[in-house]
């Protein structure tokens, strides 16, 4: 199964995430956590370039060529051989992130963007999407004090450094896409403490999988 955390900066994704893959290598299910961007060796260094402040001048094509060379390199590296052989795949940030950035927010053609999704991943799409959902204000506070107290690094900071307009459509458009895939979206209210929004993703997943599994799918 193919499950992905999707939020604004600083919603909790990365210990959701690793909250819920104990859960489930608890439980018997061999699963993995990757990311996008940086999944790979080589996304690694795409990230970096990505996400380095001083790249403030760079192009939204260009941003949006080099999100879909990370997914490249993710998808055939990590995404696929480990679907393959049954594990679950925990992914941080995937394509609804492409959507909604690049998408929404720097004024890309979503159009094109589904297309060039549809035309070179196969559409490959997640079987879950948990959006963990918050107010810009307390998403950017927690994400900062991440960076001041070292726990995510400050080299990475060039979308924590947008206005706060750019967040909220950030959030905008992350429900948008979730209200018009509800099949496919949890959405989690992620101002809760870390234990409510796990017990949350935990209840929704079982709600899920229970509808997943008859459909003859592998946790
Ligand atoms: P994160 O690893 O802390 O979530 O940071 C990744 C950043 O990259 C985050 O600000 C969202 C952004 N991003 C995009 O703009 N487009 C994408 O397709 C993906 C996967 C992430």
Same mark, same amino acid.
């Given at each position: 199964?193919?499950?992905?955390?999707?939020?604004?900066?600083?919603?909790?994704?990365?210990?959701?995430?690793?909250?819920?893959?104990?859960?489930? !290598?608890? %439980?018997?299910?061999?699963?993995? +956590? /990757?990311?996008?961007?940086?999944?790979?060796?080589?996304? $690694?260094?795409? #990230? @970096?370039?990505?996400?380095?402040?001083?790249?403030?001048?760079?192009?939204?094509?260009?941003?949006?060529?080099?999100?879909?060379?990370?997914?490249?390199?993710?998808?055939?590296?990590?995404?696929?051989?480990?679907?393959?052989?049954?594990?679950?795949?925990?992914?941080?940030?995937?394509?609804?992130?492409?959507?909604?950035?690049?998408?929404?927010?720097?004024?890309?053609?979503?159009?094109?963007?589904?297309?060039?999704?549809?035309? !070179?991943? %196969?559409?490959?799409?997640?079987? +879950? /999407?948990?959006?963990?959902?918050?107010?810009?204000?307390? $998403?950017?506070? #927690? @994400?900062?004090?991440?960076?001041?107290?070292?726990?995510?690094?400050?080299?990475?900071?060039?979308?924590?450094?947008?206005?706060?307009?750019?967040?909220?459509?950030?959030?905008?458009?992350?429900?948008?896409?979730?209200?018009?895939?509800?099949?496919?979206?949890?959405?989690?209210?992620?101002?809760?403490?870390?234990?409510?929004?796990?017990?949350?993703?935990?209840?929704?997943?079982?709600?899920?999988?229970?509808?997943?599994?008859?459909?003859?799918?592998?946790?």
């Amino acid at each position: 199964m193919f499950i992905t955390f999707e939020g604004i900066e600083g919603a909790g994704k990365t210990t959701q995430i690793k909250r819920l893959h104990a859960f489930l !290598i608890k %439980n018997g299910y061999e699963s993995i +956590i /990757t990311r996008e961007p940086g999944g790979t060796r080589i996304g $690694g260094h795409i #990230r @970096a370039i990505l996400l380095n402040p001083q790249n403030s001048d760079m192009e939204p094509l260009a941003e949006l060529l080099l999100y879909t060379a990370d997914r490249a390199q993710h998808i055939n590296e990590i995404i696929k051989p480990a679907l393959s052989s049954n594990k679950t795949v925990l992914c941080d940030r995937y394509f609804d992130a492409t959507l909604v950035y690049q998408g929404v927010t720097r004024g890309l053609d979503t159009g094109l963007i589904k297309k060039l999704h549809e035309t !070179i991943f %196969n559409n490959l799409k997640p079987d +879950i /999407t948990f959006l963990l959902d918050l107010a810009p204000e307390l $998403g950017l506070q #927690r @994400a900062w004090k991440d960076i001041n107290n070292g726990s995510r690094k400050n080299h990475e900071t060039r979308f924590e450094n947008e206005n706060f307009a750019f967040h909220e459509k950030i959030r905008a458009g992350y429900l948008e896409l979730a209200h018009n895939e509800p099949e496919r979206f949890c959405i989690i209210d992620a101002s809760k403490d870390q234990d409510h929004i796990y017990q949350d993703i935990i209840d929704s997943l079982k709600g899920r999988t229970r509808f997943l599994i008859a459909e003859g799918l592998n946790l």
